[in-house]
């Protein structure tokens, strides 16, 4: 399809898919370990844990006032420690999607070690909402030349984990256009990247950065207005634990009003993104 403009549903001019990596501690407990007498560490998980406890119910209000479908992506560790907020997610109608069991890096693992952790955080999610996510996201990084294959084989819909385009496209997997559609998100659309911090372990490495709200809701206000322009897929990467602070919830709210007030957009979730994809469009990209 190369530079043909992108048609997207009751004429709408671009999509735009909110997405959030519910990743609460488990990512610090990850990295806490490598530190010594770091699984005695306290106030870095605690973080985390505001994710679920604290930002989740915030960012669920304000989905649910401007009516708007999200994608939460859990890691099934996630689902399992925080039942009760897990399922809420789902209750309010949002889509979950897969991310690890607990945060694993897929390029890591073998090809059997990645099938184990997809199976065991889909048990978790068929137990406690009914059923297997079917979206996917690489927690931590890069994933394997595996693991597209894998998700394929497995039934999965779409992953949201490149980066090289900003539209959906199909797969390819052995030379093979699939059927499993990506959607790729992009660093400068990612609040991990803009505002995470910790002192103790150093996150980001070297320091620097509690970046402007002011600044990063231009960036995010430019870019929609980029993607709008050229008719894209915007994908926002969004942590709970990050965004979900009060004033940057406010921002969120504030660039959820601006998009809003355009009439021509798409909001919606990866499963809705990727069926209308696959109804329209042939053309592929390899998975790397
Ligand atoms: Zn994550």
Not at 115 to 120: A, G, L, Y
Not at 155 to 179: A, L, N, V
Not at 186 to 213: C, K, M, T
Not at 231 to 241: K, S
Request: hydrophobic share 35%; with cysteine; net charge negative.
């Amino acid at each position: 399809m190369d530079n043909e403009e992108v048609k997207w549903p009751d004429q709408a001019r671009c999509a735009v898919m909110l997405t959030f990596d519910l990743d609460a501690e488990i990512t610090w407990l990850n990295e806490c370990r490598s530190h010594p007498h770091g699984e005695r560490f306290i106030k870095t998980p605690s973080l985390g844990q505001y994710g679920p406890l604290r930002a989740l119910p915030r960012l669920l209000e304000i989905l649910n006032r401007y009516e708007l479908p999200a994608t939460f992506f859990v890691p099934g560790w996630v689902a399992e420690n925080y039942p009760q907020e897990f399922v809420s997610i789902a209750e309010k109608g949002h889509e979950i999607g897969h991310h690890g069991y607990t945060h694993e890096r897929f390029v890591e693992k073998s090809t059997q070690e990645q099938r184990d952790i997809i199976d065991k955080s889909q048990r978790i999610f068929e137990k406690l909402i009914g059923k297997k996510a079917v979206g996917y996201r690489t927690p931590s990084g890069d994933w394997s030349h595996e693991t597209p294959k894998i998700l394929n084989e497995l039934g999965f819909s779409f992953s949201s984990s490149m980066r090289g385009d900003d539209r959906p496209y199909r797969t390819i997997i052995e030379g093979k256009e699939t059927d499993l559609i990506e959607i790729p998100a992009h660093w400068e659309l990612d609040d991990y990247v803009q505002f995470a911090y910790s002192y103790f372990p150093a996150e980001p490495v070297g320091q620097g950065r509690i970046s402007s709200h002011e600044h990063v809701y231009d960036n995010y206000r430019r870019e929609f207005d980029g993607y709008h322009r050229f008719g894209l897929c915007y994908v926002l990467m969004m942590h709970p634990q990050v965004i979900g602070k009060p004033g940057r919830a406010v921002m969120l709210e504030h660039l959820i009003q601006y998009m809003k007030s355009r009439q021509d957009v798409w909001f919606a979730t990866g499963s809705e993104i990727a069926d209308w994809w696959r109804s329209r469009y042939e053309g592929g990209k390899a998975g790397k």
